[in-house]
Structure formats: structure tokens, C-alpha cells
């Protein structure tokens, strides 16, 4: 079969028409090949001849977009086996067949009866075959063949991200790239110059440029300046056929903004300012603003405004709005027209973020002067102190001056002011204020253990202008009087056990004071002088502002009295000073071993709390017994006071013990041991009582001087040297003990036993200015006096 087609419009297929007819024409018309199959790959025709085969398969081609009233014809199929008789049949499969492709089953012809469009389907695959008409049967079998749809240039280039939005910094170098755009164009890239695209810019020059080949725009000017012109609106064109006549084309906008650097230092509008603030506007707040424009934005306009000299300086501060970027003013210390009517300040405005590619442009900081008016204001009388602290005794009487306050009018005015309490609260009704000279006085009697403290309110006013007043506080405080004795701190509850000790401490007392601690914080204790000497119980003061209640006999009986009255007698040391009397009750109560109380009621004692005859009989042998034996006790004592050897010549070993306690101080009656505790009383020599002497021992007088420092060790060895030269010591061993204390203070001894030895001419009377604690010593002394004179 041979395939014919008016299409050969491209070199190729030109030639293969041109040797298909040609061996066409050498062969009577008809294809002798074994094999006829057409591959289209990249734009080239392949024939494989198959051996039995009489009909040749070529590739066919179809221009797009046709537009034409009848259908186009597309090419023609021919067999071998046709003898033009109408024998033969052909039939068209395939991709488009009877639809978009059809076939006249008798001559062959094919045409395309739609227009097509190669963006859509590049090409389409259809098979052919020749039958028998009569038989039905195939005269050859069946081939395949292509149908490729032939492009033209119908498709403009298109840019699918526009319209662009682009920023680059202002004052950039000239070809600095800003954006790189792209336009695609559908038609066939392999087919002429139909999809080969060149740029240009239509709009924007001569600020910007355009690559032709890659699209890349660049800045086209140097140092373009956004404070002169912020956004720019380029437009660029993509042109297919390389941009030749006839060449289809399609355009986008791209959008340049110059984003900003800081090249651009802050400028004062004006080079001097003047500002009124009114003398009466408080510390802290804000009273004026300044500003210095920067023709930059964002961060490259920030700036920190500063004072950096006047006379003004320590008086005002400025701070720096970051919203709004001026330099707030506010005031550091109060206003005095009187005093100083102006103010000269000069402020800095300088940024804060600087790029110092510019600083070639200037320093970015601008100085400005500032002059501040103050304005004169009426203000209120002005206190000479803040607050005021006075002073005044309790029990004062009313009217009593407490103290003044003082207030000037601090205007030029200087009027006259007036003076008043508020009465807001009751503690403001106990004062009085002269209202010309500003003197507070009592207008009550007070009472410092009641109230300490006042707080009152002063106020002052213009004569002239009431309405202008001013309040300053006044605190009174009230001064101690000693004016409260003391008295015990509480109720004491006093027991002394039945088996107490003499000297025994039986209850610690203290006092208190409703005085303050320089009225009554140290007091005495003592007990009443004007009673009888209390032979049961004593007082010590402690000096800590407590006493101590001591016990003066052995034992108590609860069944002989139980309760027993102490009056105490306390005073202070305020000005003048107070005492007061209070009667502690002492009960007698028994006690265990421990000193805890048993029971305190005397008839619990007499009870025999259910005891049977047998243990109360007991009880009593136990007593009896008890009797026996300290009669037996002191009769061995008094046996032993008698001399130990009856004479002389019971010569025996003896060992004389000395065991006698004494009757303490107050015996006067027993031995006399001086010699033993005080070497200077033993100045006199000693005989023994159990020997007769017969030779006087050696003479040793000394002055009284050298009595004072005699060494112990010495005075053992004298001793000891008297001991061995005495001629009447018995044969046998004698054991003697001595016993030093030390030397006599310079005061002397206060002892009785130098007393009973001593003759002294010394007055003994001032024992009795010492103190109730020196009462016994005195009376003691005072008792032997009269005795020697006697």
C-alpha cells in the first residue's frame, strides 16, 4: 500500500514524497517491500520493509489551529491489491478515528474535520488495514502509523508570578541586582523560534535594566535616594521569535520600593526654644515636649535626646518618647519664682542605630537651645518644717504652752497668715492654737499612762486668700511623771515547807510600774521599819529590781500556825520617789524530801487518816527510841570535854581529836581556837592542859608589824621547833593541827572571834547607817559595847 500526502512542507518530507513517487513510478505504481512500519522519534522517519508486504506506512502531519470551512486533508492510503475496481476496503482505528480523523473507505483519503492544537496533543496513533470488500477478508494485515499535529506560533509568553513586589536599600551601587523574572511560552521549543523568548523593560528607565536572555533586573543609577523617591513600578516584556517582527508578546509589573538606611542626621527645626512652666507644677510630671526630625524611618530614626549643659540641668530631665521620638521634659526639683524666674537648658537629639558607610554625610546629632520661663502662681503658706514633734508634761495644767508652728506666704505678697487646728478627729479637740502666732497649748490635763501620743493637723491660710491653705502634721508627745508607786508585778502564792532551812530562799518577788523606765525602772525592796524585827523571815534585795524572801528559823509547824503576814515596803528611784506597802501571805505547808507540797491544811496533820492502835503504838516506841539515842549523843559529847589524862604518870599513846562545831559566831562561851586560825593572835605562848610545864618555852615577841606578814610556813616551823625543845612533852606521840586562812585584810576582820580575844577602842555605830542588810551586825556590836564599858 503507498501512502500519499500533499503535506510535505518540511526538507525531510519533501524527499521521502519525492523517492516514494519515484519508486512508485519505476514499479508501475505498486510497493514491493517485505516490511513497512513508521516510527516517528524526535522529529526523524524510519521504514522497516517487511517481505510479503506490498503497502508502505509513512508519517503523516497535520497543522495546527485550522481554520478552514472543509475539512484538511491529511494524507492517502493506497494497496497494492487495489485495482481501483472498488474491490478494496479500507478501515481507520485508533486514536481520533471517525471522530477528529476519517478515511474514505474506498480511495483512501484521510482529512481531519476539527481544529487541533498541539499544546493539547502533540500527536496521535492510528492503525490502517485493507480488506476484501466481497470477503471481508484482510488483503494485508495491520499497521500502525502517526499522525503528528505540526506547531506554529500561537502561544505568547507568559509570566506566571507576576505582578512582582521587590524592595532594595537606597543608595545601592549601580547593577545591584533586584529581581530575576521569568516568562514561559508554550509553544514548541524544538520547532523554529516560536517558544524563544528575549526581555525588555517598557517602563522604569533609566532607574532600572533588564537582562534580554536571563530577565535579571538590575538598578540602572547610582545612590537613588528614597527620601526623594520611595516606590517605582517597572514593567517588563517577554517577546517570542527572538523578538522579531511578528513575534508574539506578554508583559508584567514589578514593584521597587527603596527600603531605608540611615544617611539622613536628626535636625532641630529651630535653633533656640522657649518654654513657660508655672512655678506650681510638681515634681515629675511632664512639662514640655521637643522634637528633632529625621527624614529616615524605622529603627534608622531612632534617637536619645540629652541635656548636656545649662544652668537648668539639675533641675530638669528629659526622657525620649519611642512612639512619638521627641524628648519629653519633666521637672526633678520644685519651682521658686521668687528665687529663680528662668532656665537655659541645651539638648542633644542624636540616633541611636548608626551605619557608618555615611558617616561621611555629617555627625548625626543636632544641638538646640532651650529657655524655660517660670510663671508666677499664688501659693499656699509655706510650713517652716515638714512635720513638727512637741513635747509636754502629763498632769500639766490647761493652757500650758506645748509649742509653735510657723508659716510664710512665699509669694512676693508675703500676706499675712492665719492659723487653726482641723477638728476632724477627737484628739484634735484637746489642743488650742493661737491663731496670730501659731502657739499650740493644753486644752486638757493628760495622762501618759493613758495616751502617749497625739496626732493633731495644723493648717494656714492667707488672710488675704482663704482659699490658699497649706496643712502640716504636729505630732505631742506626753512626758512621764512620776506619778504611780510601784507594786507587785501579781498575787504570790508564798508557802514555806515545815522542814525548811534557815537561810532558805522560799519565793522570788518582783514589782512593776505604770511609769516609763526613767520614773520607776530600778527598784528597793526592804521590809517595814517601822514593825518589830520578824524573827521568821527575812527580805534580800536583789538589786535586779527583784527580792528574794529567805526563811530565819529551822523549822515550822503547821498545827502551831499556818499562815503568816510579811509586809514588804517597794520604792523607786523616780523624781520624787514613790513607795507602796504590799503583805505577802506565807502559808506553812508539809513537804516531801524534794521540796514538793504535800498539803498545807493543819488539820490533814492531826487526822490519823484511818491508822490502826498497833501503828500509831509503833509510832510512838519509834519516837522514844529516837529520844534514847540523841541523850546518849550528847552526854558522849560533853564526856569528851574533860581532860584526857588524870595524871602524869598515865603515859600512854593518845590522839587528842578536836570534833566540836561551836555555837557559830554568836558563842562567845566556846574554845578558843584564835591561836589555831590566826597566827598574829597567837602571839602569847599556849601551855598544854595535859601536861604541867616546867620550863618556860623561848621568848619570841615581835612587833605588831611584823605579826601582819609572818609566813604560815614559818610560823609551822616555829611550831615545830617549840614541839622539840619543850622538856615536859610526854613520851608519847601528840598530834596538832593547824589551820592558816591568810593574811588580815586592811580593813580587818569583822569576825568575833578576834572580838572575845581583842580589846578594841573602835566605834561600832556606823554599822548602823549600812543598811537593813548590816541591821543584825549592828545590833550584835552595838550589844557588846555597852558590856566592855561595863
Not at 106 to 115: C, Q
Not at 182 to 194: E, K
Not at 279 to 300: P, R
Amino acid at each position: 500500500m503507498r501512502i500519499t500526502s500533499t503535506s510535505c512542507i518540511c526538507p525531510v518530507l519533501v524527499c521521502l514524497c519525492f523517492v516514494q513517487r519515484c519508486y512508485g513510478a519505476a514499479h508501475h505504481g505498486s510497493i514491493k517491500v517485505t516490511r513497512n512500519q513508521t516510527k516517528h522519534i524526535e522529529g526523524e522517519t524510519e521504514v522497516h520493509h517487511r517481505p510479503k508486504r506490498g503497502w508502505v506506512w509513512n508519517q503523516f502531519f497535520v497543522l495546527e489551529e485550522h481554520m478552514g470551512p472543509d475539512p484538511q486533508y491529511v494524507g492517502k492510503l493506497h494497496s497494492n491489491s487495489d485495482k481501483g475496481d472498488g474491490s478494496v476496503k479500507y478501515i481507520l482505528t485508533g486514536e481520533g478515528a471517525g471522530t477528529i480523523f476519517i478515511i474514505d473507505d474506498t480511495t483512501g483519503d484521510i482529512h481531519s474535520t476539527k481544529s487541533l492544537d498541539r499544546e493539547q496533543k502533540t500527536h496521535y496513533v492510528l492503525h490502517a488495514q485493507a480488506i476484501d470488500r466481497r470477503t471481508n477478508k484482510p488483503l494485508e494485515p495491520e499497521s500502525e502509523f502517526i499522525i503528528k499535529v505540526q506547531d506554529i506560533n500561537d502561544n505568547a509568553p507568559k509570566f506566571t508570578d507576576g505582578p512582582y513586589i521587590v524592595t532594595v536599600p537606597e543608595m545601592s551601587e549601580m547593577g545591584t541586582s533586584v529581581l530575576q523574572v521569568t516568562a514561559t511560552d508554550a509553544d514548541d521549543p524544538t520547532y523554529g523560534n516560536s517558544a524563544r523568548v528575549v526581555y525588555s523593560i517598557l517602563q522604569g528607565q533609566p532607574y532600572f535594566s533588564v537582562d534580554p536572555k536571563t530577565g535579571v533586573i538590575r538598578t540602572a543609577l547610582h545612590n537613588m535616594d528614597r527620601e526623594a523617591r520611595e516606590h517605582y513600578s517597572v514593567v517588563i516584556q517577554a517577546k517570542d521569535m527572538a523578538g522579531q517582527v511578528g513575534g508574539l508578546s506578554g508583559s508584567t509589573t514589578v514593584n521597587i520600593t527603596l527600603t531605608d538606611v540611615n544617611d539622613n542626621p536628626p535636625r532641630f527645626p529651630q535653633k533656640h526654644y522657649q518654654l513657660y512652666v508655672p512655678e506650681s507644677a510638681q515634681v515629675g510630671s511632664a512639662v514640655g515636649k521637643i522634637k528633632a526630625n529625621d527624614a529616615d524611618t524605622g529603627s534608622n530614626a531612632d534617637m536619645k535626646y540629652t541635656i548636656i549643659n545649662g544652668d537648668g540641668s539639675g533641675v530638669f530631665s528629659i526622657s525620649t518618647d519611642k512612639e512619638t521620638r521627641e524628648g519629653i521634659l519633666s521637672l526633678k526639683k520644685p519651682l521658686n519664682y521668687e528665687k529663680k524666674k528662668s532656665y537655659t537648658l541645651n539638648i542633644e537629639g542624636a540616633n541611636t542605630h548608626l551605619d557608618f558607610r555615611f558617616s561621611h554625610l555629617g555627625p548625626f546629632k543636632d544641638v538646640t537651645m532651650l529657655k524655660v520661663i517660670v510663671g508666677d502662681v499664688d501659693e499656699p503658706p509655706l510650713f517652716t518644717m515638714p512635720s513638727y514633734v512637741m513635747e509636754v508634761y502629763e498632769n500639766a495644767k490647761i493652757g500650758t504652752p506645748v509649742g509653735t508652728v510657723t508659716a510664710h506666704d512665699p509669694d512676693a505678697a508675703n500676706s499675712l497668715v492665719r492659723y487653726f487646728i482641723d477638728h476632724n478627729t477627737e484628739e484634735d479637740r484637746y489642743f488650742t492654737i493661737d491663731a496670730s502666732t501659731g502657739t499650740i497649748k493644753t486644752a486638757k490635763i493628760f495622762d501618759r499612762e493613758e495616751t502617749p501620743w497625739y496626732n493633731i493637723t495644723v493648717a494656714a491660710s492667707e488672710i488675704d486668700n482663704p482659699g490658699q491653705v497649706s496643712h502640716v502634721p504636729v505630732g505631742v508627745r506626753i512626758l512621764d511623771v512620776n506619778d504611780n508607786p510601784p507594786e507587785l508585778a501579781r498575787d504570790y502564792d508564798v508557802v514555806v515547807c515545815e522542814n525548811t532551812k534557815p537561810g532558805q530562799v522560799i519565793q522570788t518577788i518582783a514589782a512593776t510600774d505604770k511609769d516609763n523606765s526613767a520614773n520607776g525602772a530600778r527598784f528597793h525592796f526592804s521590809l517595814d521599819e517601822g514593825l518589830s524585827l520578824n524573827p521568821n523571815f527575812t527580805l534580800r534585795n536583789n538589786e535586779d529590781n527583784t527580792a528574794s524572801i529567805l526563811t530565819r528559823r529551822r523549822r515550822y509547824s503547821r498545827t502551831t500556825q499556818d499562815i503568816y503576814y510579811l509586809p514588804v515596803l517597794i520604792s523607786d528611784d523616780g523624781v520624787p520617789p514613790l513607795s507602796s506597802s504590799s503583805t505577802l501571805t506565807i502559808r506553812v505547808c508539809a513537804c516531801e524530801r524534794d521540796g514538793r507540797v504535800r498539803t498545807c491544811h493543819a488539820e490533814a496533820f492531826l487526822s490519823s487518816a484511818g491508822l490502826s492502835t498497833g501503828a500509831l503504838i509503833a509510832i510512838l516506841l519509834c519516837i522514844v527510841i529516837l529520844l534514847a539515842i540523841v541523850v546518849l549523843f550528847i552526854t558522849l559529847r560533853r564526856s569528851k570535854k574533860e581532860p584526857l589524862i588524870i595524871s602524869e604518870e598515865d603515859v600512854r599513846e593518845n590522839v587528842v581529836t578536836y570534833d566540836d562545831e561551836g555555837g557559830g559566831e554568836e558563842d562567845t562561851e566556846a574554845f578558843d581556837i584564835t591561836a589555831l586560825r590566826n597566827p598574829s593572835a597567837a602571839e602569847e605562848l599556849k601551855y598544854r592542859r595535859d601536861v604541867r610545864p616546867e620550863v618556860k618555852p623561848l621568848s619570841r615577841h615581835h612587833p605588831s608589824s611584823s605579826l601582819d606578814s609572818i609566813d604560815v610556813q614559818e610560823f609551822i616551823k616555829q611550831r615545830l621547833a617549840e614541839a622539840d625543845l619543850d622538856p615536859s612533852v610526854p613520851p608519847y606521840d601528840s598530834l596538832q593541827t593547824y589551820a592558816y586562812e591568810g593574811h588580815r585584810s586592811e580593813a580587818g576582820s569583822i569576825s568575833s572571834l578576834d572580838s572575845a580575844t581583842t580589846h578594841s577602842d573602835q566605834d561600832y555605830n556606823y554599822l548602823g547607817d549600812w543598811g537593813p542588810e548590816f541591821k543584825k551586825l549592828a545590833e550584835l556590836y552595838g550589844e557588846i559595847e555597852p558590856e566592855r564599858t561595863t
